[in-house]
């Protein structure tokens, strides 16, 4: 199986930065798409940025401009680097990754999540 451990949550201010990183690990034959969801309390969970294996990149308009996801298929790592912070970006953040595996094809596999807060 596939394992999505995040990291770099924490407690900014507003127009601070944060660089979120997500390590994907197991057997894995190929990573294809791997994405960053955030879910704000009391709202559902969104698409805030994804990136292709050939590093296509697709933002949230919410996000556009101020975040900027990369990837480094040599580390099956994804990142997710936010800018100009604001309150309204609290939430916790999901890194998906679709992936193969011995088991199966092209399966969705998904982090904990890690908490970004942002304070005024």
């Known amino acids: 199986q596939v394992q999505l451990v995040e990291s770099g949550g924490g407690l900014v201010q507003a127009g601070g930065s944060l660089r979120l990183s997500c390590a994907a690990s197991?057997?894995?034959?190929?990573?294809?798409?791997m994405g960053w969801y955030r879910q704000a309390p009391g709202k559902q969970r969104e698409l805030a940025a994804v990136?292709?294996?050939?590093?296509?990149?697709n933002y949230a308009d919410s996000v556009k401009g101020r975040f900027t996801i990369s990837r480094d298929n040599a580390k099956n790592t994804v990142y997710l680097q936010m800018n100009s912070l604001k309150p309204e970006d609290t939430g916790v953040y999901y890194c998906?990754?679709?992936?193969?595996?011995?088991?199966?094809?092209?399966?969705?596999?998904w982090g904990q999540g890690t908490q970004v807060t942002v304070s005024s």
């Open positions: 998906k990754a679709n992936a193969w595996t011995p088991s199966q094809r092209s399966a969705d596999y």
């Open positions: 990136i292709t294996r050939g590093g296509s990149a």
């Open positions: 197991g057997r894995i034959f190929s990573i294809n798409d």
